[in-house]
């Protein structure tokens, strides 16, 4: 089965924009990346848009980033909505069929179990996985950055994505924390989609952490050479991270996560389960209020406006977070994988969906569980 150059190029553009969301990518730059059309690459982005995949930005220093979690859209997904055919053979469509042997034929069921392994192995992978032993965004970029000093590369100009050892060891709780990200009762399939929302909490608590970790190196970056170019870029990656991805987690398990566990259990059981969901709750308080006094600091950086990233008040939110996510992943999700029957986690993960927009009555999304080849 051969896929169109239509999907190939939405495959193509979803994976670019994954493994660069810490900035806007153009068209421009992925026709000459791909040595692909621009034409073709516009309607491919316009449909992507639609779909609230990517949001474009119009005029100069517009361009396109991912909207969707990489660990939300499954290749699989995809494949459904920009393939428009998988008749493999006549009798799939009863309305066409003309066959004479179908009534006894047994060649449409053969073909039919291979589409369904074709699709379940699509459906097995997300876009995260498919971004994974690229090059890091950062470092790439790092590596075309060239600052110019009368006329020559500073070659001694310091690397934002870089890490100290001792970076390394201040992130190092959080680091601990997120080991346990895959590791709880029944959810440890590599990809991480909406069809698995307690996995897909754990893959939101890597992007966390990662998330925390720019913002380590950020404090002595700045330190030393101001709100530069690669600091701007690095703040607003940040913001839009903790003002959309993070916010959506926190109601994610407030709305629906915390309700479906508490309605499932009952008495002495019901007790102990609020007083957890309850000092969960007050994390995220916390950490919205810490993360709100960081956000005022980092949106100057973002505008190039020279001012310092307190090390103290970094280091506390990333603390705060390695201490709330080691009390999920060794309390909470494997208490709520062991609790929750399949119905109720398919709630849940409905619920996550709309809350992303990912869910319309219009436009089918990428998410959506399309009746061909299941």
Not at 60 to 76: D, H, K, N, T, V
Not at 237 to 252: L, Q
Not at 254 to 265: G, K, N, T, V, W
Not at 316 to 328: F, K, M, N, S, T
Request: charged content about 25%.
């Amino acid at each position: 089965m051969r896929l169109s150059e239509y999907t190939d190029y939405t495959l193509r553009v979803l994976m670019y924009c994954a493994a660069h969301r810490e900035r806007l990518v153009t068209i421009a730059e992925l026709a000459e990346h791909h040595r692909l059309s621009k034409n073709h690459l516009m309607k491919v982005v316009n449909d992507l848009a639609h779909r609230g995949l990517i949001e474009t930005t119009r005029g100069r220093g517009g361009g396109m980033r991912l909207l969707a979690e990489p660990e939300a859209i499954r290749i699989g997904d995809v494949v459904r909505a920009t393939e428009t055919d998988f008749r493999l053979v006549e009798c799939f469509d009863a309305d066409t069929d003309a066959c004479t042997l179908s009534p006894s034929c047994r060649l449409k069921h053969l073909f039919g179990e291979a589409l369904r392994g074709y699709f379940k192995a699509l459906d097995g992978a997300t876009l995260a996985d498919m971004t994974v032993g690229l090059p890091e965004p950062g470092v790439a970029r790092w590596a075309r950055h060239v600052a110019w000093k009368g006329g020559r590369p500073d070659v001694d100009a310091p690397n934002p994505t870089s890490r100290t050892a001792g970076q390394d060891l201040r992130a190092g709780s959080l680091k601990r924390a997120h080991a346990m990200s895959n590791n709880f009762p029944g959810h440890t399939a590599p990809a991480a989609g909406f069809e698995v929302p307690l996995e897909m909490l754990a893959a939101c608590h890597g992007r966390v952490q990662s998330q925390c970790e720019t913002m380590l190196r950020l404090v002595p970056h700045i330190a030393s050479h101001g709100s530069d170019r690669p600091a701007q870029e690095a703040a607003a990656a940040v913001m839009r991270y903790f003002d959309t991805a993070a916010r959506h987690h926190h109601e994610d398990e407030e709305q629906d996560l915390f309700p479906a566990l508490l309605e499932s259990m009952g008495g002495s059981d019901a007790v102990c389960l609020r007083e957890l969901t309850t000092a969960l709750c007050a994390d995220h308080r916390a950490l919205e209020g810490r993360w709100g006094a960081l956000r005022q600091v980092l949106e100057r950086v973002a505008a190039g406006i020279a001012v310092p990233l307190g090390a103290a008040d970094v280091q506390g939110l990333v603390d705060l977070y390695a201490q709330h996510i080691a009390r999920e992943e060794s309390e909470l999700l494997p208490m709520a994988a062991r609790l929750l029957s399949d119905s109720e986690l398919d709630r849940v993960g409905l619920a996550m969906r709309t809350r992303r927009g990912l869910v319309s009555a219009d436009v089918p999304a990428f998410a959506h569980t399309a009746d061909v080849a299941r």
